[in-house]
């Protein structure tokens, strides 16, 4: 890298420990895009800097995301970064008060094409039946949702819906589904409900190990025979209170017809 250590390393390397970047969190930004360390640090990368913190990004999260996808500093800021928010907060439906956290939590969307990858997700959630404002609502839960390939979404989606047989509102609540395997998690957990005769969310389907997995399903199945067992106890008392209420009402009758026939 052509740049001077002095005027560029020292003071760019003060102001990101002023944001609170680690030691190890500025190699890695080293190590993943090098050159930001010969940016400008007051036109280019202050500015940038000042732009998240103005849509809502915490100041305690401004590290994470320079870590976490150090890119976002060689974008250009009225070309690149500042198109994709406006798109999320328009076509994407994240609203004003989410954006802060969609971007904190997921940086790589400012580096997704505006043609060829978040116009084309929108468009494939809308057509589902989805709502502008619903979808932003499940971009600010998964904010990651918006980078799948179309592709990978549509056999989950059909899975979903065509097997499992479960509402749109299901996925709406967990957008999170789609980041899962559809042949190593969502199939086989699938198949162990439907062999166990149990229902459950989503959320407890597919979190968590295959340990805690099959502890969920076996609470599941204690519960249901433990509600069979009530609801069959029930039924019992229920038979024997009936039967006996018949034979109180054959006797009474007997005995009406006796008290006749005597007079």
Not at 144 to 150: H, K, P, W
Not at 220 to 246: I, L
Request: charged share 25%.
């Amino acid at each position: 890298m052509a740049c001077s250590i002095e005027e560029r390393w020292k003071p760019l390397v003060k102001y990101l420990y002023h944001l609170n970047v680690s030691r190890d969190g500025m190699k890695r930004m080293l190590l993943v895009q090098p050159t930001i360390f010969c940016l400008d640090l007051e036109t280019v990368i202050a500015t940038k800097v000042q732009f998240l913190q103005d849509i809502g990004v915490r100041s305690d999260a401004i590290s994470n995301v320079l870590v976490k996808f150090p890119p976002v500093l060689t974008y250009s800021l009225y070309k690149k970064i500042r198109p994709v928010v406006i798109f999320l907060l328009t076509k994407g439906g994240v609203k004003q008060d989410d954006i802060g956290k969609v971007i904190a939590l997921d940086p790589q969307l400012l580096g997704c094409s505006i043609a060829h990858k978040l116009e084309v997700s929108v468009k494939y959630f809308r057509s589902l039946g989805i709502y502008h404002f619903v979808l932003g609502q499940m971009v600010a839960n998964f904010p990651a949702l918006l980078r799948y390939n179309v592709d990978i979404l549509k056999p989950k989606y059909q899975y979903l819906r065509r097997v499992m047989v479960r509402p749109l509102k299901d996925l709406i609540e967990f957008p999170r589904f789609f980041s899962y395997s559809l042949e190593d998690r969502i199939e086989p957990r699938h198949q162990t409900l439907v062999a166990n005769r149990i229902n459950m969310k989503l959320r407890y389907m597919l979190t968590g190990s295959d340990e805690e997995f099959a502890q969920r399903v076996r609470e599941a199945v204690e519960r249901r025979a433990r509600f069979e067992a009530r609801k069959g106890a029930v039924e019992t008392f229920s038979d024997a209170a009936e039967t006996s209420k018949e034979e109180e009402t054959t006797a009474a009758a007997a005995a009406y017809q006796n008290s006749i026939e005597v007079d």
